[in-house]
């Protein structure tokens, strides 16, 4: 997940052996679902996944994401 902290979009990349589903969110400190994924199928290799996130309030958020059955959660700082 890069950049780190951003101010306008991050990006999630997945190196994959075999086709997956992708599915996710963003959730802010209140727990707050702020952005929503649909889920669609991740290729073999490897992906990029890119979040606007540039009219989100400066804070932090925390990334929620499912590749397969497979769950991810990671820390983002969003600054103005």
């Given at each position: 997940?890069?950049?780190?902290?951003?101010?306008?979009?991050?990006?999630?990349?997945i190196?994959?052996?075999t086709?997956?589903?992708?599915?996710?969110f963003?959730?802010?400190?209140?727990?707050?679902?702020?952005?929503?994924?649909?889920?669609?199928?991740?290729?073999?290799?490897?992906?990029?996944?890119?979040?606007?996130?540039?009219?989100?309030?400066?804070?932090?958020?925390?990334?929620?994401?499912?590749?397969?059955?497979?769950?991810?959660?990671?820390?983002?700082?969003?600054?103005?």
């Amino acid at each position: 997940i890069f950049p780190v902290p951003t101010t306008d979009y991050l990006t999630i990349e997945i190196g994959l052996d075999t086709e997956l589903e992708f599915k996710g969110f963003l959730v802010n400190n209140l727990g707050q679902h702020v952005r929503t994924f649909e889920s669609k199928q991740l290729m073999r290799g490897k992906n990029l996944h890119t979040i606007d996130v540039i009219d989100l309030a400066q804070g932090q958020y925390y990334l929620n994401f499912y590749v397969g059955k497979e769950q991810f959660i990671a820390k983002v700082l969003v600054l103005d």
